[in-house]
């Protein structure tokens, strides 16, 4: 089967031949007149470039060529389309038709009574008025109840019950009509007992030790939870708070680049109309503006959230109008870089971190439960002690009683429990085994959470550092780029370059300020660092050396505990241990010190 490739592509020009057409009547019509061909247009227009020997087509393929069709080897096609200039719309003034929205019926005003709330005043009020805090004082609470509760089995318990009974002399003796009904005989249809019991488990397989054990422990994690959340809401307030102040800053900065453009549009447009500038400087300004805009909305909406939600987090009730806060916030954004070092922060973590030693805590309160699941291979034996006085059945008189003293032991074992015991044991040693990983698991999340705040605050310090300059650069480009522009030598997109490359850098260095603060309220969480604890009781997970070296990093009279000056401090270091080398000190090496 053999196709006529020549027909076929023929075919597919004849479809495009309208428009290459008018296309080439629209080229020739500025160059010189040509004989006309009766099919084509004229071969000979400068800007045309005729397709010869065009790849694919074989010469030795010929055919019969339609009449009124071109040859396609003759074919000519513009290098240049003609496009038409658009018509000129008529729409309202670029000034007037770009501006910035108002603020909306929900951006957010101070109540009549709003007070000024600094940083320290902020966490005082979220420490006495967050619910989380107020939720983890009651699970305190709880967890004392709980050992009080586990306690009871270890201690007697005492019992005090009494009952009395009537009923007929039929139900009395109902033998009496057997009997014969000739015998005279009387019984008591009332009946009375008081008995006063004491009983005491004497021996449980270890069992309620190790429940009073494991419900201590419960307790003391509690307070270390109450540590944990108290960390954890100081952190987030300071994240809140510097949000707030964050965004206003935002806010100002992209204000004043609209406010900015607004001008450059405006003097744009005042050179268009003196006819100094073409249209483009106005519509590039145009742009501009409208470009701006939207990131001032998008701040606006970022302040109104981040103040409900720093609300939310103080624990203050709304007032009546939902777009009102009650507190003022004021504070900037400042910038003080601490020295870190990695290792000891790493130490410092590990040693007063809250979630660690819950986990800890976690691992002792599994060993007892495993003792606990134990004592089911041992018997266990109750004493019970007491006092019971109740009336004769068969006096004739109801005050006629008898009373003594009454004493037992009893005593189980189970022999065989269907394996329940050998279940729960295995389960609980199971459990005691997953806290351990747990605690290693956490270990090393404590470890990356250093690793990631001390990265950041490393980020943050490089990338504001290296911003402070740029800003300067940037300002004095932007002044010297509107020189030019004015003298006639410099164009309007340079301006609105080094405008954008100006706001870039200011909120840049802004946008790193607010990071480093938050990094370093991170840092601070992990560590454990705004808040000094005092422990009553000693971690029973740590060595002694462990425990000597804990006490002296959370020693109250260290303004720093775990970090001095970027290092984890020695003893001699510390305020507690300079106090015991001054007091250590001699008369006389105190007088040669100070002749010194």
Do not use: C
Request: charged share 20%.
């Amino acid at each position: 089967m053999r196709i006529d490739l020549r027909a076929g592509l023929l075919g597919i020009v004849w479809m495009f031949l309208p428009t290459a057409h008018v296309t080439a009547q629209q080229a020739t019509n500025s160059a010189p007149a040509a004989p006309a061909a009766p099919a084509a247009p004229a071969p000979s227009a400068p800007s045309a470039i005729t397709l010869t020997n065009t790849p694919g087509l074989d010469p030795q393929l010929d055919g019969p060529i339609d009449a009124g069709i071109p040859d396609p080897m003759q074919m000519t096609f513009p290098t240049t389309p003609g496009i038409a200039e658009p018509s000129a719309q008529k729409g309202p003034n670029p000034v007037t038709s770009i501006k910035l929205p108002p603020a909306s019926s929900l951006e957010l005003h101070l109540t009549p009574d709003a007070k000024k709330l600094t940083i320290d005043d902020a966490i005082r009020t979220a420490l006495s008025k967050n619910p989380e805090i107020l939720a983890a004082i009651q699970q305190i609470r709880i967890a004392s109840g709980q050992v009080i509760q586990v306690r009871a089995a270890m201690l007697p318990t005492i019992q005090a019950g009494s009952s009395y009974k009537y009923q007929e002399s039929q139900l009395a003796n109902p033998n009496s009509k057997i009997l014969g009904g000739g015998l005279n005989m009387q019984t008591q249809t009332q009946a009375w007992n008081i008995v006063i019991q004491a009983n005491q488990s004497i021996w449980s397989g270890w069992k309620n030790q190790a429940n009073f054990s494991a419900a201590k422990l419960a307790s003391d994690s509690a307070f270390y939870a109450l540590r944990q959340t108290i960390d954890k809401v100081v952190a987030d307030t300071k994240k809140l708070f510097f949000d707030v102040i964050f965004n206003r800053a935002l806010i100002r900065v992209r204000e004043e680049s609209v406010a900015v453009l607004q001008t450059q549009l405006q003097d744009q447009q005042s050179r268009f109309e003196a006819g100094t500038v073409p249209r483009f400087n106005v519509l590039q300004a145009e742009v501009a503006l409208a470009n701006a805009i939207p990131p001032v909305i998008q701040a606006r909406n970022a302040l109104r959230i981040s103040q409900f939600a720093l609300v939310k987090q103080l624990g203050l009730n709304y007032p009546s109008d939902p777009s009102s806060v009650p507190v003022d916030v004021t504070g900037q954004l400042d910038y003080d870089p601490i020295k870190i070092d990695l290792a000891s922060s790493v130490f410092s973590a590990l040693a007063r971190n809250p979630s660690l030693k819950i986990q800890r805590q976690n691992i002792l309160i599994n060993a007892e439960n495993l003792k606990a699941a134990m004592s089911g291979f041992q018997p266990s034996l109750n004493a019970t002690a007491g006092w019971q006085t109740f009336n004769v059945p068969l006096a004739s008189q109801l005050d006629e009683t008898v009373n003594g003293w009454f004493f037992g032991i009893t005593g189980s074992w189970n022999l065989f429990d269907g394996l329940a015991t050998v279940g729960a044991t295995k389960a609980a040693r199971a459990t005691l085994e997953q806290s351990k990983i747990n605690y290693d698991n956490s270990a090393r999340g404590v470890e990356l959470d250093v690793q990631r705040s001390v990265s950041n605050l490393i980020e943050a310090q490089e990338v504001i550092d290296s911003q402070r300059a740029n800003v300067v650069q940037a300002t004095e480009a932007l002044r010297l780029s509107r020189e030019r522009l004015d003298a006639g030598a410099g164009t309007q997109l340079d301006v609105l370059n080094a405008q954008v490359s100006l706001l870039q850098a200011q909120t840049t260095e802004l946008e790193s300020r607010y990071r480093y603060i938050i990094a370093l309220a991170e840092y601070n969480r992990v560590l454990s660092l705004d808040t000094d604890y005092a422990d009553t009781y000693d971690d029973p997970m740590l060595t002694a050396r462990d425990r000597k070296r804990n006490d002296l990093l959370n020693s109250t009279d260290n303004p720093n505990p775990g970090v001095l000056e970027g290092a984890t401090p020695r003893k001699s270091e510390t305020l507690r241990g300079a106090k015991r080398k001054k007091s250590a000190q001699t008369p006389n090496t105190r007088r040669k010190a100070g002749e010194s």
